[in-house]
């Protein structure tokens, strides 16, 4: 069964460095989303993109923040300054055409800011 | 505002004994419904989803949930619970809308005594 991919699965990096987080979708999906678990918290959305823009985000992604689809499989979440509170797990999902399908996660990625 | 509330934080339940998660979700329009799985250290899987019809859907390893309208909910329940099935669970709503974003409940600890 196809699946969505994320890599690397833990990113440790220092406070005020750039860091991106990388994500292959299921290949026939069209939506894209990336949300993020901050530790013992609920999952909460960052943004999702559809036909190379975003289509909607949420407060927390803030100007810090950046999508990208550069290429016809990877999806990308860029945070150009890192700080404390952007530890977390992250995670990418990928949806298909048809509204009535699920999102599918992948297993995320945890960032770890020191 | 849309929200789903989840009102257990944590369950504790005996190998064997029947389970049931609650969900409750507030906003107006009927909404697609989702119930996915995070083992630890491990992404979010999906157990099973409502979008329209039969309001009792069956999904993996033996769980179903039933959407009740008139209460706004859409409780989980196992008849018999099995030690592997310790884990958080999360109920999820998607509004609707070409790429809308799923909203999260803080989730449910699953533990399961022997």
């Known amino acids: 069964e196809p699946e969505v991919t994320q890599t690397p699965s833990h990113q440790v990096t220092q406070m005020g460095q750039e860091v991106i987080l990388r994500c292959v979708p299921i290949s026939n999906h069209l939506y894209f989303y990336w949300y993020r678990q901050i530790l013992g918290q609920k999952v909460e959305f960052l943004v999702s993109f559809y036909n190379n823009e975003i289509s909607e985000k949420s407060e927390i992604f803030d100007d810090q923040f950046s999508v990208e689809r550069p290429d016809g499989s990877n999806f990308t979440l860029k945070i150009r300054s890192t700080k404390l509170e952007d530890s977390a797990m992250y995670f990418c999902?990928?949806?298909?055409?048809?509204?009535?399908?699920?999102?599918?996660f992948g297993d995320g990625t945890r960032l770890s800011i020191l | 505002a849309q929200s789903v509330t989840q009102p257990d934080i944590h369950i504790t339940v005996s190998e064997g004994a029947s389970l049931e998660l609650r969900c409750n979700y507030s906003?107006?329009?009927?909404?697609?419904l989702f119930w996915y799985v995070q083992s630890p250290g491990q992404g979010l899987q999906l157990l099973l989803k409502y979008f329209s019809g039969d309001t009792l859907v069956q999904g993996i390893k033996g769980f179903e949930a039933e959407f009740k309208r008139s209460q706004s909910s859409f409780n989980l329940r196992k008849p018999s619970v099995h030690w592997s099935d310790a884990a958080e669970y999360f109920c999820?709503?998607?509004?609707?809308?070409?790429?809308?974003?799923?909203?999260f409940g803080t989730g449910t600890r699953l533990q399961v005594t022997l």
């Open positions: 999820a709503v998607f509004w609707g809308g070409t790429a809308s974003k799923l909203t």
């Open positions: 999902a990928s949806r298909a055409a048809d509204s009535n399908q699920p999102q599918h």
């Open positions: 906003y107006g329009a009927t909404p697609y």
